[in-house]
């Protein structure tokens, strides 16, 4: 196993004894379960990826299923037919004629698994691995990796909050991060506050690590408005859209404030609910659920309010772009990272 933590005793918050970067390395290979697709953590691969190529260090991706669209960075997909890796395929088929149907099937997966594996296993100590979720790590384990000498730095990364892992709706990570992630060589989140509370959880060290962001900041604030309102996120339940579509009819009702708009833009499992909500409150006038963007500098330009509704999160990407783009964000106070850029009025 490569030495980068090998002097620091496990526990505790031992970000200041992690070595920025060892110098050997000259590739950094993300795990993700799914690249590219509309979500930060294929943001955060792509901006990271910048900055590494600019100082010579390649940076590559393998995705665990195939993303939605074209990747822009060398990308290995693992399970080419994901459908075919969930849920067991032999249980329950106590027909033999069908058990010998399924058995090829059966072959197709534990050899995408070894893949996998051994795609992992031919790179040397001059790459570093980051593991962008917890599941791609566990995919790994689940096909007999192990670690080995002259292999590569492994770094475990969470990207929310320590927060997210003991509520109703994530305390089904918490065992999972304790037991895929102790043997990764450094465990990075995205705040000092996460980070002490993590190092007393997994027995990795840890590091806060924020995530990078690109966009050059804007050189004036005094930039022509819209009274629009925008929202950069899934449709996904975590992120409360129902609940923000909601809070900002609520807070627009005075006439005065009847040409505020609410730009809702990206894509997700809960489109039709986001969308009968807005037929409830008879509001398309108003609301606009507008899908998915690639062109955030864009939506950001004329905007004059960020909104941030989500039950949990990490250090936000899309108020750290709204910030670049002079754009004030309001936000539930859901998480240190929230707390780190939102400043109380």
Request: hydrophobic content about 40%; some cysteine; overall charge neutral.
């Amino acid at each position: 196993m490569p030495d980068l933590c090998d002097d620091l005793p496990r526990g505790g918050n031992l970000s200041s004894k992690i070595p920025l970067w060892p110098s050997h390395c000259r590739r950094v290979i993300f795990v993700t379960p799914r690249f590219p697709d509309l979500g930060g953590l294929t943001t955060f691969i792509e901006n990271l990826s910048v900055p590494l190529r600019d100082a010579g260090v390649t940076a590559e991706v393998i995705s665990v299923e195939p993303g939605d669209r074209p990747s822009t960075i060398p990308t290995t997909v693992a399970l080419t037919r994901p459908n075919l890796h969930r849920g067991p395929l032999l249980r329950g088929h106590g027909n033999t004629l069908a058990r010998l149907w399924i058995f090829p099937i059966v072959l197709f997966k534990r050899l995408s698994f070894s893949r996998y594996r051994c795609r992992l296993e031919a790179l040397t100590d001059d790459a570093v691995v980051i593991f962008t979720n917890i599941l791609p790590k566990i995919f790994l384990d689940e096909a007999g990796f192990q670690r080995f000498l002259g292999g590569p730095i492994f770094v475990g990364q969470y990207h929310s909050s320590f927060a997210s892992t003991t509520g109703q709706d994530g305390a089904w990570v918490a065992p999972l991060l304790k037991m895929h992630y102790r043997n990764v060589d450094v465990l990075t989140v995205l705040t000092d506050e996460d980070a002490e509370l993590f190092a007393d959880f997994v027995p990795t060290p840890c590091r806060a690590v924020p995530n990078p962001i690109p966009i050059p900041i804007r050189s004036s604030f005094h930039i022509p408005r819209e009274a629009v309102a925008v929202a950069l996120a899934r449709l996904d339940s975590a992120k409360q859209l129902d609940l923000m579509i909601d809070l900002f009819l609520e807070a627009t009702k005075d006439p005065r404030l009847a040409h505020w708009r609410l730009h809702i833009y990206g894509d997700g499992p809960e489109r039709k609910q986001l969308e009968s909500r807005v037929d409830q409150h008879n509001a398309w006038a108003r609301v606009s659920l507008t899908g998915r963007t690639d062109d955030v500098p864009s939506v950001l330009d004329s905007a004059s309010l960020n909104l941030l509704t989500c039950k949990y999160e990490g250090l936000p990407m899309s108020i750290m772009e709204a910030s670049a783009a002079a754009v004030p964000t309001v936000a539930f106070q859901c998480s240190p990272g929230v707390r780190d850029l939102v400043t109380e009025a």
